[in-house]
């Protein structure tokens, strides 16, 4: 499966964005999808996960609250939708498919797309 992460861009601090992960190859409907990010300097995070059905969402508490993960399987298209954005987000965000052994798990992905650049200025 290929996944293409778009949607990033330079934003100020307080605004939104809403960041778009199309897969191709493969129907992702089954499997989980997740998002991450990576500042310079600092280690891949993980931010959120949303399972194959929708039902289940994980956060994480960096996040929580800002952000909104969602899906549409009907487009093979999962989504993150980030408010209230502060210079910490700043970071290259990647998306991920595949099968976590648990919604809060960083390990089980084995599909990832190229990243897309968010920088929010103060």
């Known amino acids: 499966v290929q996944l293409q992460a778009s949607g990033g861009g330079l934003v100020q601090t307080g605004t939104s964005l809403r960041l778009s992960c199309a897969a191709s190859?493969?129907?992702?409907?089954?499997?989980?999808m997740g998002w991450f990010r990576q500042g310079s300097g600092k280690e891949r995070e993980h931010l959120a996960t949303i399972a194959w059905s929708g039902g289940s969402v994980y956060y994480a508490d960096s996040v929580k609250g800002r952000f909104t993960i969602s899906r549409d399987n009907a487009k093979n298209t999962v989504y993150l939708q980030m408010n209230s954005l502060v210079p910490e987000d700043t970071a290259v965000y990647y998306c991920a498919s595949g099968w976590p052994s648990y919604m809060d798990s960083a390990e089980g992905y084995d599909s990832w797309g190229q990243g897309t650049l968010v920088t929010v200025s103060s």
């Open positions: 190859g493969r129907d992702v409907s089954r499997v989980a």
